[in-house]
């Protein structure tokens, strides 16, 4: 453990980290884990931009079971078909889920991972200048609800992931019934306000305890570059 720890003290000096890659002290390796130890066998990533976290669920962590995709950015889901259309197990879906059913617009940022339906707040752009938004675009939204059965309906256990920039309750509004067939859920939590409306932490922990979750994990998320203040991260929750 001293070599180790020695190893990590000279990367810190360049900006760089290694750590085991244990359920204890990586959080890749922790959720490897819960996947497993539920026996997940469907994962919902809302809000899938590019692509990043079902690619880092099938190339880090080795899942091989049932994704399902949904996003609304037509420049993002054209990245996230490419990487999805070899992979038989992977579907993509061009739309936003929310809590309602029909047209709208989502802003776009300059880094394309911020993007919104909701209107960003200062307190976002000055941690983030390139979240800073660009234009708009229009979108259709769906609710989780109204596709649940038929893109849900072979499904056992299923994992959630909702990354939707402030717009995750209005996401859990729209998936009422859906929620009784779901037993994990992974979501940004916001402690400050980064988005016009959205459920900050406190709110999002009362509600999901109040449908019968538990808070299983946490991972650290998005923090302000100079001051190094936290202000968003992932919460991951079961129903046990």
């Given at each position: 453990m001293r070599i180790l720890h020695n190893l990590r003290r000279s990367f810190w000096k360049?900006?760089?980290d290694i750590s085991e890659?244990?359920?204890?002290s990586h959080p890749v390796a922790r959720r490897k884990q819960i996947l497993k130890a539920f026996e997940i066998d469907t994962v919902l990533d809302i809000g899938a931009n590019s692509g990043h976290f079902a690619q880092l669920l099938r190339k880090d962590i080795g899942y091989k079971k049932r994704i399902l995709s949904f996003e609304p950015l037509s420049s993002a889901f054209k990245a996230l078909q490419?990487?999805?259309e070899r992979d038989p197990a992977w579907d993509v879906f061009n739309y936003a889920l929310g809590d309602s059913e029909g047209g709208g617009k989502i802003n776009i940022a300059g880094n394309s991972l911020s993007s919104s339906i909701l209107n960003i707040l200062p307190s976002h752009v000055n941690a983030a200048p390139k979240s800073k938004y660009i234009g708009n675009e229009t979108i259709e939204i769906k609710t989780l609800d109204s596709i649940f059965n038929d893109l849900c309906r072979n499904s056992g256990n299923i994992y959630m992931k909702i990354d939707t920039q402030g717009y995750e309750s209005k996401v859990l509004k729209g998936a009422?019934?859906?929620l009784e067939h779901i037993n994990t859920i992974q979501l940004e939590m916001s402690i400050v306000p980064l988005y016009e409306g959205e459920l900050l932490?406190?709110?999002m922990f009362n509600f999901l305890t109040g449908k019968g979750y538990t808070?299983?994990?946490i991972e650290g998320g998005f923090a302000d570059p100079v001051s190094g203040r936290l202000l968003q991260?992932?919460?991951i929750f079961?129903?046990?």
């Open positions: 360049i900006g760089l890659f244990t359920p204890a490419k990487k999805a009422e019934h859906a932490y406190l709110d808070l299983i994990d991260f992932d919460g079961h129903r046990f």
